[in-house]
């Protein structure tokens, strides 16, 4: 069965604000919260051309000298850890335009041996094909771009289960992937096991690497956000996972009523 990726997560939203529009109200379900958005939200034509647009200019800066920030930590980490041999497969959920795989081909230097495919919405992996090379594939769907890899040493995503309608589920078919290592970071989790479905807001310049490109106005983009318990996220991970390190990344990111939620990353490897 394809596992489709449509309206799931906004494309790689680099600045988190710690604020959440209508605080006190909770809905119901995520169709609830995205009937009160922006109809395409997350695969409106300027979102999507926006973050590919910023991830080609990334890109073009890092080919003439590599000069990252201290959010790049996360994806050498990654890379550090889950690069045990002379290859590397990584199926990267909700990459947007690839801006974790432009950091991992100027550290690892020999892309020859990377083979990087993101998972994103169908607005978003169509529009990236303009970042697609050898090694860096974009797909819609988590089982193409398995089948496309073959093995996966590593499952990596960044800031994206909290956009899916059902983010344990989503996590379900990841960890069914049975990759070597999974990271999970830049993702919040409650304490409670009740959901809590909001409404979060951003600019369109905060989605992507970098300022916004010329040629486009900034303004406010709604979309849905879920949060799930940590305790059973971490009873999914462990059925077939030894969870390394737990990472607490950002404390009190987001508030929805006087709750405080915490970002937190987890290192996993796959048990024998």
Not at 104 to 129: R, Y
Not at 189 to 201: A, D, G, L, P, Y
Request: hydrophobic share 40%; aromatic share 12%; glycine share 6%.
């Amino acid at each position: 069965m394809k596992m489709f990726v449509k309206q799931f997560m906004p494309p790689l939203l680099l600045k988190v604000f710690k604020q959440l529009i209508n605080t006190s109200l909770d809905y119901k379900s995520y169709e609830e919260a995205s009937k009160r958005c922006t109809k395409d939200a997350y695969e409106g034509p300027d979102i999507v051309k926006v973050v590919v647009e910023k991830n080609l200019i990334f890109k073009q800066k890092i080919e003439k000298g590599a000069m990252f920030d201290f959010g790049a930590l996360r994806t050498l980490i990654a890379l550090g850890l889950s690069k045990t041999g002379s290859s590397l497969n990584v199926l990267d959920f909700g990459g947007g335009g690839g801006y974790h795989y432009t950091i991992a081909s100027k550290a690892l230097g020999d892309i020859d041996n990377l083979k990087w495919n993101v998972v994103e919405t169908p607005a978003m992996a169509t529009e990236a094909q303009r970042m697609a090379n050898k090694n860096l594939k974009f797909f819609d769907n988590i089982s193409e771009a398995q089948k496309d890899l073959g093995m996966v040493d590593l499952v990596f995503t960044s800031c994206a289960l909290n956009y899916c309608p059902e983010p344990l589920s989503l996590l379900k078919d990841l960890i069914n992937l049975k990759a070597k290592h999974l990271f999970i970071t830049r993702t919040s989790f409650i304490q409670s096991t009740e959901k809590i479905v909001n409404i979060q807001k951003s600019y369109l310049s905060t989605n992507g690497p970098g300022p916004l490109p010329v040629g486009f106005k900034d303004r406010a983009i709604y979309y849905p956000i879920v949060f799930v318990s940590k305790q059973q996220v971490e009873d999914m991970i462990s059925e077939y996972y030894d969870i390394r390190f737990t990472i607490i990344e950002d404390q009190a990111v987001y508030r929805v009523g006087r709750k405080e939620i915490d970002m937190f990353g987890y290192f996993c490897v796959l048990k024998t």
